[in-house]
Antibody, heavy 120, light 107 residues
C-alpha cells in the first residue's frame, strides 16, 4: 500500500528557508491523478493546509503562505518537496505530507509527520 | 476563506456511550467534508469523506451525515480506542480548512 515519509532538518534558523521532502513508496506519484499535499499542525492543536501539487505539476498554495512557498515534484525519485522561505518562530510546527483522495478531496493517506522548530 | 466551527470543543463520555460532534461551515460546501481522528503523537486518520462515506477499514460505529453547512460525526458505541481528537475539513474550495478539533475524553 502507498506510504508517505517526510524528511528534512528538525531545526531551522529564523530568516532561513525550511526544506522538507516527502518520499512516496508502494505506488507511483504519477498514477491515479492524485494531488499531493503539505499540512502543518501547530503545538497545541490547529491544522493548517499549506498547499497541493498535482502529478502534472500544477500547484495550489494557501494565500497566507504563497509569497514564501514553493512546492515541487521529482517524479524520478517519487518525491515531492516543500520550501518555505524567511521563516519565523510562527512556522514552528509538525509538518505532514499527505495524498489527496479523488472523491471530495480528503487527505486519505498521511506521513507520520516531522517536527520543525525555528530557533536561533 | 471558509471557516469550519466544531462543537463541542471537548466532551467526556463513557465506553458504550453514543457521541455526536457537529461541524458548521461558514458557507455551503455541499458534501465536500471529511472527518479525521487523531491520537497523541500520531498523524490524523481519515474516517469519513464526502460527508457520509466510510473510509475503508474504519469501524461501522462511525457515521457521518449532513450537507450544505451543517454536519455531524457520530460514534454509536464508544470504544476505548476511540478516545482521541476529531477534526472536520472542507474540500470545497481553496484554501482547504479544518475545524479546531473536538477532544473526546474519558468520563
Amino acid at each position: 500500500q502507498v506510504q508517505l515519509q517526510e524528511s528534512g532538518p528538525g531545526l531551522v534558523k529564523p530568516s532561513q528557508t525550511l526544506s522538507l521532502t516527502c518520499t512516496v513508496s508502494g505506488g507511483s506519484i504519477t498514477s491515479g491523478g492524485y494531488f499531493w499535499s503539505w499540512i502543518r499542525q501547530y503545538p497545541g492543536k490547529g491544522l493548517e493546509w499549506i498547499g497541493n501539487i498535482h502529478y502534472r505539476g500544477s500547484t495550489y498554495y494557501n494565500p497566507s503562505l504563497k509569497s514564501r512557498l514553493t512546492i515541487s515534484l521529482d517524479t524520478s525519485k517519487n518525491q515531492f518537496s516543500l520550501k518555505l522561505s524567511s521563516v519565523t518562530a510562527a512556522d514552528t510546527a509538525v509538518y505532514y505530507c499527505a495524498r489527496v483522495g479523488t472523491v471530495s478531496a480528503p487527505f486519505d493517506i498521511w506521513g507520520q509527520g516531522t517536527m520543525v522548530t525555528v530557533s536561533s | 476563506d471558509i471557516q469550519m466551527t466544531q462543537s463541542p470543543s471537548s466532551v467526556s463520555a463513557s465506553v458504550g456511550d453514543r457521541v455526536t460532534i457537529t461541524c458548521r461551515a461558514s458557507q455551503d460546501i455541499s458534501t465536500w467534508l471529511a472527518w479525521y481522528q487523531q491520537k497523541p503523537g500520531k498523524a490524523p486518520k481519515l474516517l469519513i469523506y464526502g460527508a457520509s462515506s466510510l473510509q475503508g477499514g474504519v469501524p461501522s460505529r462511525f457515521s457521518g451525515s449532513g450537507s450544505g453547512t451543517d454536519f455531524t460525526l457520530s460514534i454509536s458505541s464508544l470504544q476505548p480506542e476511540d478516545f482521541a481528537t476529531y477534526y472536520c475539513q472542507q474540500g470545497k474550495s481553496f484554501p482547504l480548512t479544518f475545524g479546531q478539533g473536538t477532544k473526546v475524553g474519558i468520563k
